[in-house]
């Protein structure tokens, strides 16, 4: 019968050890130490041991250490799974042996064992794995004799079990690792929120990765994912203090990636999210992935209460307060500076805005000043950093070019003109007359090359003023008969000036002054509110006196070209009455030149009738409407004769 049952448990023992296999890798543990202490219970049980251990091995220090043990086969049983203790055994030579990758199966009694050390059968087996010892694992006082099978066994549990262990430690290192980062990444955030610097990073496209809170206060933004993934330099770095634009190839920020090194910004002008600008102090420093610069950390200070100081004092000095230039003063001392011979050769362009006095004069000085902010505008986006662009004067500019010859600072010119021909104040086209000297040699004077300059710049101002002349012309009565009514109000004034001038026998040269000053006589018009001139019955006082205005407009504007000056004082007295009662002067009678007499009658005529009016009169009905102005507004014996050609037709 006992036979039968030894048969049975060599049947069942196979099974049961796949059975500790599976729960000793796929069981649940709380700690790699259970899993340690439930593997030796087991294999204790499953080869009827009484006693066993595990040691691992620390082949730098030849040091073993033990991991878990049970029964009574170390001295001190108060050890018993408690890991981790070292050990001084009993026989160290058999423990060395099995170090030595040999495996230790001893089937006889010992030789007078000493106490603690009761040991008849036992078994040390070497655990390697990846062909180095790992640790040993030792059974002892087994009824029956240990067998190769059971090292086998043994070998194939405890290896599988060491795997699973190590696999374990780098799940809980790696777990740990990832918490550290995160405890880390949360404190970062808890330092960036609480600085009251305002902070922000980009990676290598200028994309922002993240901003703290004072950088969205400083900034106006409300949150950060207004700016996470947009270009930062489009966003607070885009344009100067003067409006004109700044490239990312110019950018101080964006240096910090190409540098490899901290920079330091004392002031620079970033925008807000509603789009008012203010001064900052920068600190730009690269970070790194990889051994490669992947973007910039970015810190700044609001410094707008001292930087407006320090930029208008710097502005007084040096700067043009109306376009944001260098002024003669700083560009005077800068010729000098540069005037080395290592700057040659030095190129000096002289600029004249053309127009910008009958802009003035017409449009006012609102609009020339824009015309000269715009120039300067066209000129910053055309010249390179070095070089220096002042504004010398009302309507004139200078560029100081080193290293540039003469050839190069024409080429320039060409872009100036192209770039400021895109420009127009109420439809006309920006224009500047240019010239451009080359000191070449340090023997000549640089005053020498400014005056050289200038005088091309004369040159062309004065062999082109007849065509800029006509394209200013061209473009005010463009701008003015845009209007049908007007158009065809000033085609209809010139017609009927032309027929009294002729009724009375006006010489052929006088007829020809009186027909184009008919045709300009409400070119002042041009500075008007359209309304304003269509309904004159319904005009405020205020605007009145600027209606009014508009024959003194018309003057000025006239008297800027040589082709209509000798119309000037026709067109300034068409609104003056027979009585003195007219405007701007107040003349009377023949005080009134006999052609703005002729203009007066035509023009009244024509705004009685012109069918583009609200409510034209038939002629019958103006003639009577004429009549009964002569004497007070009108002079009588013109009118008298105007009426006879009108009844002749």
């Keep these: 019968m006992s036979g039968k049952n030894n048969v049975v448990q060599e ?74 203790e070292k050990c001084q055994f009993k026989r160290m030579d058999i423990w060395k042996e099995a170090i030595d990758r040999k495996r230790i199966i001893t089937n006889r009694d010992l030789e007078k064992p000493k106490k603690g050390m009761e040991s008849i059968r036992f078994m040390v087996v070497p655990i390697i794995v990846n062909n180095k010892i790992v640790g040993i694992v030792g059974l002892a006082n087994k009824e029956n004799d240990y067998n190769s099978r059971d090292s086998h066994q ?108 901290e920079i330091r910004i004392s002031e620079e002008t970033l925008w807000r999210a509603d789009g008012t600008s203010f001064f900052a102090q920068l600190f730009a420093t690269p970070w790194y992935k990889d051994e490669k610069i992947a973007g910039a950390v970015i810190t700044l200070t609001d410094i707008t209460k001292q930087g407006k100081s320090k930029y208008e004092i710097k502005h007084s000095g040096y700067y043009d307060p109306l376009t944001g230039l260098y002024n003669r003063l700083f560009f005077r001392a800068e010729h000098y500076r540069l005037d080395i011979p290592e700057n040659l050769p030095i190129s000096i362009i002289v600029g004249d805005i053309n127009g910008l006095k ?109 065509i800029v002349n006509e394209s200013f012309f061209n473009a005010i009565i463009g701008r003015l008969h845009s209007n049908p009514e007007e158009r065809g109000h000033s085609k209809n004034v010139s017609t009927l000036s032309r027929k009294i001038g002729e009724a009375i026998n006006l010489p052929t040269g006088e007829i020809r002054k009186l027909k184009e000053a008919g045709f300009f006589h409400d070119i002042g018009k041009i500075v008007l509110d359209e309304y304003i001139f269509k309904e004159t019955d319904l005009l405020t006082e205020q605007e009145i006196k600027k209606f009014r205005l508009h024959p003194v407009i018309g003057y000025r504007v006239l008297n800027s070209f040589d082709n209509t000056i000798n119309l000037t ?12 009662s007219g405007y701007p002067k107040g003349l009377k009678k023949e005080e009134i030149p006999v052609h ?54």
């Design 358 to 466: 009958l802009i003035n004069d017409t449009f006012g000085h609102i609009a020339g000043d824009t015309l000269l902010r715009k120039a300067a505008i066209a000129l910053k986006r055309t010249c390179k950093d070095n070089h220096i662009i002042a504004r010398t004067g009302g309507d004139e500019f200078m560029i100081l070019l080193p290293k540039t010859t003469a050839e190069e600072g024409e080429k320039i010119i060409s872009r100036i003109k192209d770039e400021f021909s895109r420009e127009n104040i109420l439809g006309i086209k920006g224009s500047i007359s240019m010239g451009c000297d080359a000191k070449v040699s340090h023997d000549q004077d640089i005053a020498e090359t400014i005056k050289n300059a200038e005088n091309k710049m004369y040159t062309e101002k004065t062999l082109n003023r007849h």
């Design 569 to 580: 004082e026709y067109v300034l007295a068409h609104h003056e009455n027979w009585d003195g």
């Design 154 to 261: 043994i070998i194939a549990l405890i290896t599988g079990l060491w795997n699973t262990a190590k696999k374990h430690e780098k799940e809980m290192k790696l777990g740990k690792a990832v918490s550290s980062l995160r405890k880390k990444e949360t404190q970062l955030r808890v330092i960036l929120e609480s600085t009251t610097d305002a902070i922000f990073g980009m990676d290598n496209n200028m994309n922002c990765v993240f901003c703290n809170r004072s950088f969205l206060e400083v900034t106006g933004y409300k949150h950060q994912n207004e700016l996470i993934g947009k270009n930062m330099h489009n966003m607070i770095h885009h344009s100067r203090r003067d409006g004109t634009p700044i490239l990312p190839t110019q950018c101080r920020i964006c240096k910090a990636f190409s540098a490899g090194e």
């Design 11 to 84: 049947l069942e023992k196979p099974l049961l050890w796949n059975s500790l296999f599976t729960k000793a890798l796929t069981g649940e543990f709380n700690s790699i130490q259970e899993q340690f202490c439930f593997v030796l219970d087991e294999l204790i049980r499953l080869t009827k041991s009484k006693s066993g251990y595990i040691y691992l091995y620390d082949e730098m220090i030849d040091t073993l250490t033990l991991r878990v043990s049970s029964g009574c086969i170390i001295t001190d049983k108060s050890q018993a799974h408690t890991g981790q």
């Design 596 to 649: 703005a007499r002729i203009i007066r009658i035509a023009d009244s005529f024509d705004l009685l009738t012109n069918k583009l009016q609200s409510n034209p009169l038939n002629i019958g009905d103006a003639i009577q409407k004429i009549r009964t102005q002569a004497g007070t507004e009108l002079d009588p014996n013109i009118t008298e004769i105007f009426v006879n050609i009108m009844l002749d037709r």
